[in-house]
């Protein structure tokens, strides 16, 4: 059995690419093959956004039981303040590889115990833990879309905006956050996660709907500022 | 036991992660400055390896 105690966290920052419909991670593919090359025991992390099956696959091309994924699950411009007091801790590797899947759990203790909270830990396969991160990042889009497009109403119909959030607001349902509206942004996640129900069958109110919903909202927001 | 982490990337969550496993004693965490220096200076992190004491 293999003992090592080494990691290697990749987090390259990954665009969405319009012209292949999919995060662009040649960074990460290059630098993969390089880390296997340099630390050929390590266990590698992947915390950068990537598509769907993109840690599998990996593990696949390269021949290796060392690629785990880490997603970040953090605001953008809040990464020390999302990361320190963690809300959870989630690593993904597959539940075929056991000696993987403990190199996960114990990288998300580090993780865990530097925290200043006690967030939980959530192992998972690899792709559920991908899925995780877009699907997090998508609900934000779409929160944050829902009080633009109430702004844009009230604004039209000269109400007032501020007395309709608050009210809204108030149900600890729905909550305060993500409820001022801001110029749209453009929801990255949203995009990929797109792409990736286009194998998706429709069924009745079909989710793709909502997804790319998410995805359009933020565009045409900033179209329109 | 002694563990070396690497962090490899640009991306500010990356430099986050290495704040927080600095914290650990037995964790001696090294960041590529050239990669890095950017993230870091956005998470207030030296680029030069970093051994938690």
Redesign the interface.
């Known amino acids: 059995m293999r003992r090592c105690?080494?990691?290697?966290?990749?987090?390259?920052?990954t665009k969405f690419s319009k012209l292949k419909k999919n995060y662009d991670t040649a960074?990460i593919e290059k630098?993969l093959p390089e880390?296997r090359k340099a630390?050929p025991t390590?266990y590698i992390a992947i915390?950068?956004a990537v598509p769907l099956g993109f840690t599998y696959n990996m593990g696949v091309h390269l021949l290796c039981d060392c690629i785990f994924v880490c997603p970040?699950l953090?605001r953008p411009s809040f990464?020390?303040q999302?990361?320190?007091p963690p809300s959870r801790i989630v690593v993904g590797a597959s539940k075929y590889k056991p000696e993987l899947v403990a190199a996960a759990t114990q990288f998300a203790q580090?993780?865990a115990?530097?925290?200043e909270n006690d967030p939980p830990i959530l192992c998972m396969s690899d792709t559920e833990a991908e899925a995780s991160a877009l699907f997090a990042d998508t609900f934000r889009a779409l929160k944050a879309g829902f009080f633009n497009e109430l702004d844009t109403y009230a604004e039209t119909k000269g109400l007032h905006r501020e007395d309709i959030i608050r009210a809204v607001t108030l149900d600890p349902e729905i909550g305060q956050s993500l409820s001022i509206p801001n110029f749209g942004v453009i929801a990255v996640s949203a995009n990929q996660l797109e792409t990736s129900y286009d194998d998706v069958p429709q069924r009745g109110a079909a989710p793709q709907h909502l997804i790319s919903a998410a995805a359009k909202t933020g565009r045409s927001r900033r179209s329109g500022a | 036991m002694n563990r070396k982490i690497t962090i490899l990337g640009n991306s500010t969550a990356g430099a986050a992660a290495a704040a927080v496993l600095s914290k650990h004693n037995t964790v001696t965490v090294t960041m590529d400055p050239a990669d890095c220096a950017d993230a870091a200076s956005m998470c207030w992190l030296p680029t030069k390896p970093n051994s938690a004491s």
């Open positions: 105690r080494e990691y290697v966290l990749v987090a390259y920052k960074a630098a880390v630390a390590a915390q950068s970040a953090v990464e020390m999302d990361m320190e580090l993780l115990e530097g925290a």
